[in-house]
């Protein structure tokens, strides 16, 4: 079990805007920064998001992050249908074990 | 460019141990930290830990410590995993990245799938 929670599935039709959230706890999310990949079918994940809210070089600025206390949000503004993917956002947990690096369950996105 | 590039799909009895490798370029291999990462089928990632390539000192998640081996090559710019004593569990595909800016993964590799199986 993740210790970052995520929806299951979001939709929208070309154009809309979509949001997905994620959130954690005061040992992660709420003391580290969050980062957000998509992961398209078959293919390795990609940085999506980095820092909250910057994007990586390459990545469209339809997608932007923000954060809020021990939760997180990413959006997706004019969704197009390349956006059909699984969305993972991740961050730094500060437990027992040291620093340990947790990523969310994922949330499919469906561009209907 | 970052490349990572991984060893090939594996296959291996319940039991065996399996060994990954991911070979780096493009960029100078002792200053970022590589991470291991792995998907089961139909699954989400599962963070299992990271090596130094510069002093060899690694992490990992607590459920695969003493099971799972992160070692490098400095020579040869290659970093390794190596888990032991497989499951059928263990099936997945297992990814290296490489450690960026704050924190992030920006540079994944392809990806070994690794299948296990009596």
């Known amino acids: 079990q993740s210790v970052l929670t995520q929806s299951p599935s979001a939709s929208g039709t070309p154009g809309q805007r979509v949001i997905i959230s994620c959130s954690g706890s005061?040992?992660?999310?709420?003391?580290?920064?969050v980062n957000w990949y998509q992961q398209l079918p078959g293919t390795a994940p990609k940085l999506l998001i980095y820092?909250?809210?910057q994007r990586p070089s390459g990545v469209p600025d339809r997608f932007s992050g923000s954060k809020s206390g021990t939760s997180a949000s990413l959006a997706i503004s004019g969704l197009q249908s390349e956006d059909e993917a699984d969305y993972f956002c991740?961050?730094?947990?500060?437990?027992?074990?040291?620093?340990?690096?947790?990523f969310g369950p994922g949330t499919k996105v469906t561009v209907v | 460019q970052v490349q990572l590039v991984q060893s090939g799909a594996e296959v291996k009895r319940p039991g065996a141990s399996v060994r990954v490798s991911c070979k780096a370029s493009?960029?100078?291999?002792?200053?970022?930290?590589l991470h291991w990462v792995r998907q089961a089928p139909g699954q989400g990632l599962e963070w299992m830990g990271w090596?130094?390539?510069?002093?060899?000192?690694?992490h990992s998640a607590k459920k695969f410590q003493g099971r799972v081996t992160m070692t490098r090559d400095t020579s040869i710019s290659t970093v390794y995993m190596e888990v032991s004593s497989l499951r059928s569990d263990d099936t997945a595909v297992y990814y290296c990245?490489?450690?960026?800016?704050?924190?992030?993964?920006?540079?994944w590799g392809q990806g070994t799938l690794v299948s296990v199986s009596s």
């Open positions: 991740a961050t730094w947990d500060d437990g027992l074990n040291g620093r340990d690096y947790v």
């Open positions: 820092s909250d809210s």
């Open positions: 990245a490489r450690e960026g800016l704050y924190g992030s993964l920006g540079n």
């Open positions: 005061s040992s992660n999310i709420g003391r580290n920064t």
């Open positions: 090596i130094n390539p510069n002093s060899g000192g690694t």
């Open positions: 493009g960029y100078i291999f002792t200053v970022y930290e």
